[in-house]
């Protein structure tokens, strides 16, 4: 399992603050639960360089 790189990190953490900051701009009461997976999930690959969307895509499509 490739880990991603410091650059993928920073994009993973960065398109997470702008979810999230439309979460907030919108309100926390008022945004559905399901639009706080993908932050979570953005915020997981920046913190690990695992990105969970990346590797369920690339067993589903892999042609070996």
């Not at 690959?45 to 067993?59: D, R, Y």
């Amino acid at each position: 399992m490739n880990k991603a790189s410091i650059s993928m990190r920073v994009w993973y953490a960065a398109f997470a603050v702008v979810i999230f900051l439309g979460i907030y701009l919108t309100g926390f009461a008022v945004v559905h639960w399901l639009l706080y997976v993908p932050v979570a999930g953005f915020v997981f690959a920046a913190v690990s360089g695992i990105c969970p969307s990346q590797l369920l895509f690339m067993k589903m499509f892999d042609s070996k």
